[in-house]
């Protein structure tokens, strides 16, 4: 039995679990900006090493796997800033427990904490 | 045996490219609905990575990679539509 198609196999499996942590937190939070934040980043780090199990598994695709992580860490934090930024000026509150809001602060010419 | 572990974590992700459709369904908001539809290509690109894995078949993975490219453009088109409209 080969070992390295197994260690790609359980890797692949705990990435699958980041992306099942992403889509529960995207139904459970309260909000568009929470939502945003499970659903980048756990599903930034579930696709990479989902991806990356595969390529353990067969390595002579480990290239183009590579190509495809690279394309995924570069796209997913721009969409996610595109959107966010769209919800906040379409009037999109934010949710009951929120602390601080740095972009609000920054329309009103406040020199909050933020800066 | 590597096999049943490849299966395993696409049933996984399988069910958790469900689990954020029902957001799609459920979303208050335009932007709740384009947050899951980010989401769920996302998940579905491993998905896609998965069946070119157990069909044996490499240029699956170049219909995975341009599937990342028109989601991508997809989402920033529907940013611009929701901050200032067409």
């Known amino acids: 039995m080969q070992i390295l198609p197994v260690i790609g196999g359980l890797v692949s499996i705990v990435g699958a679990v980041f992306l099942l942590l992403a889509a529960i937190g995207i139904i459970r939070m309260p909000d568009v900006y929470n939502r945003m934040q499970t659903g980048t980043k756990a599903t930034t780090l579930g696709s990479i090493l989902f991806l990356l199990g595969i390529g353990l598994a067969e390595p002579s695709w480990f290239g183009k796997i590579i190509l495809l992580i690279v394309f995924i860490v570069f796209t997913n934090p721009i969409s996610s800033h595109v959107l966010a930024r769209a919800a906040h000026f379409r009037g999109i509150r934010l949710a009951e427990g929120s602390v601080r809001d740095c972009l609000a602060d920054d329309e009103a010419g406040e020199k909050g904490v933020c800066e | ?86």
């Open chain 2, 1 to 86: 045996m590597a096999n049943l572990f490849f299966l395993i974590a696409a049933g996984i992700a399988l069910t958790a490219a469900v689990i954020s459709f029902f957001r799609i369904i459920l979303g208050p908001s335009v932007a709740d609905r384009a947050v899951a539809l980010d989401g769920m290509t996302i998940i579905s690109i491993s998905i896609i990575t998965a069946a070119a894995f157990f069909l044996g078949r490499f240029i699956y993975i170049d219909v995975a990679l341009v599937y990342a490219l028109i989601s991508f453009l997809g989402i920033i088109a529907i940013g611009r539509f929701i901050e200032r409209g067409i």
